[in-house]
């Protein structure tokens, strides 16, 4: 939804609600594991510096590298990534593109006694992104890519959702080391919302009953002497709805009263949902060379508030036209030529000021399992993770294989491996030396690359464990 959506999520992959570098599980000398297993304590204590002492980020497609879904969150109209035979031909029925990271305002954790307390306060946020081949398809039809018979012409595009998230997480944990075999962990979450936002297309049919056009008509560029020649109807009927929630966001309308533009103003953000959520995890150790462990994390949800929350639906009616109408053909035209595929104009969104009230929506959770075999005195894992990130529209699964070799309680080094999401083509590296930290699960490939994340910290070490 142009500027304001391009805004949203560049916040959401600048700091965002991410499923942590999975490189980090099996890192003793790391304390990021405990985003995605709070019994998983680090060795030391640690106080992370404003925004440099924890950033992450990621982005993720199952088709689209990331120019791709660059042009297309920008709804730029004079985009021609969808022109190319190339990128239609690697597009799945349906197309999903997702942005997440994470930013420290402050965090801290240290030991006392066999429990470590951590507290953290964090900015998050999350973009999802879904787009149908059949909305890339019609878009082709209209640039004059495919043949057609404008007399007898039908598309019809299902599904198809766009969602944001921002908020901040205040956060204390607690990891409880039970005996030499087991150990509990658990946090509790208050969350600040900041913004909402929630698009959905259930679906947009076009239809033409049109003589006189060359099925080889490019739209974008046609004549309008050309198109008065020519006879019959055409309609538009698409089924959408929109929420959102977020100081700073504004939605302009056109002249007709639909929204045709969004902006929004970051320095405008401020609180208008409160929310909880919860962290639980464990970690058996039946002896000093295998551990198994698990956990959830991210369980909650924020409320936004009646006064900062709009809803808009669809309403079509009036895009229907007849060729015995002067002008009507170059309407139809400036609603399905525009080459975006968020196009506001043939969403017809109207506000409607008496469902402005109150929403609950969830916040995204994470489910990890674990298996480590410690070697060399504990000196050398090797660990497989397996991660279920129950995110929308889509689950994002994963696999992770790692080697860790951790000499000293400063030093640590990992490679590792994901195979699921990028069909294989992942190693990942992370790298703990002394307070620095570095790790990504996906190595950036260039502009084509489907996956990439990376984390980057400098944390002040603390105390170690005192009870061994």
Same mark, same amino acid.
């Given at each position: 939804m142009r500027a304001a959506i391009v805004a949203l999520l560049v916040l959401a992959a600048a700091m965002g609600n991410a499923q942590s570098v999975r490189s980090t599980y099996f890192m003793e000398g790391a304390q990021y594991r405990l985003q995605?297993?709070?019994?998983?304590?680090?060795?030391r204590g640690y106080i992370n510096l404003p925004v440099i002492g924890h950033t992450e980020a990621s982005v993720r497609s199952n088709t689209m590298g990331l120019n791709d879904v660059v042009d297309i969150i920008k709804n730029s109209d004079d985009a021609d990534y969808f022109t190319t035979d190339k990128f239609y031909g690697k597009l799945k029925d349906m197309n999903h593109a997702s942005a997440t990271a994470a930013t420290d305002v402050i965090a801290a954790g240290?030991?006392?006694? *066999?429990?470590?307390?951590?507290?953290?306060?964090?900015? *998050?946020?999350?973009g999802n992104l879904s787009v149908p081949r059949e909305m890339f398809s019609f878009m082709r039809d209209m640039k004059g890519m495919n043949h057609n018979d404008y007399s007898n012409y039908l598309r019809d595009i299902n599904g198809g959702d766009l969602n944001v998230n921002v908020y901040t997480e205040l956060g204390f944990g607690y990891t409880r080391?039970?005996?030499?075999?087991?150990?509990?962990?658990?946090?509790? *979450?208050?969350?600040?919302?900041?913004?909402?936002?929630?698009?959905k297309m259930e679906k947009a049919v076009i239809k033409t009953n049109l003589e006189g056009l060359d099925p080889d008509l490019d739209w974008t560029t046609a004549?309008?002497?050309?198109l008065a020649k020519a006879t019959g109807s055409a309609s538009v009927d698409v089924k959408a709805t929109l929420e959102s929630s977020a100081?700073?966001?504004?939605? *302009?309308?056109?002249?007709?009263?639909y929204i045709d533009d969004v902006e929004f103003k970051a320095g405008k953000m401020g609180v208008c949902g409160l929310g909880a959520a919860m962290d639980l995890g464990l970690e058996y150790s039946p002896n000093d060379m295998f551990s198994l462990s698990a956990a959830v994390t991210d369980l909650g949800f924020i409320r936004w508030s009646k006064g900062n929350t709009v809803r808009a639906y669809s309403n079509t009616s009036d895009l229907n036209y007849d060729s015995n109408n002067p002008g009507d053909l170059m309407r139809f035209t400036d609603v399905v030529a525009t080459g975006k595929a968020l196009n506001l104009d043939m969403m017809r969104l109207y506000i409607d000021e008496q469902e402005a009230k109150a929403r609950t929506t969830n916040i995204t959770s994470t489910m990890a399992l674990g298996a480590e075999c410690r070697l060399m005195e504990n000196r050398m894992h090797i660990g497989a993770l397996f991660t279920n990130r129950f995110s929308k529209p889509e689950n994002q699964s994963e696999l992770t294989f790692s080697f860790n070799y951790h000499p000293r309680s400063l030093l640590d080094f990992t490679l590792s491996y994901s195979p699921i999401l990028c069909s294989g083509q992942s190693i990942g590296l992370a790298m703990k030396l002394g307070p620095l930290f570095i790790g990504t699960d996906y190595l950036y490939m260039g502009k084509n690359t489907k996956c990439c994340n990376a984390l980057v910290g400098i944390?002040?070490?603390?105390?170690g464990r005192s009870f061994d």
């Open positions: 995605l297993n709070p019994a998983l304590a680090p060795e240290f030991w006392h006694g *066999k429990g470590f307390m951590s507290l953290n306060m964090t900015v *998050k946020a999350d080391v039970i005996n030499d075999h087991v150990s509990l962990g658990g946090r509790i *979450k208050g969350l600040l919302g900041h913004g909402n936002v929630s698009l004549d309008p002497i050309m100081h700073g966001l504004n939605y *302009k309308l056109s002249r007709d009263g944390s002040v070490p603390l105390g």
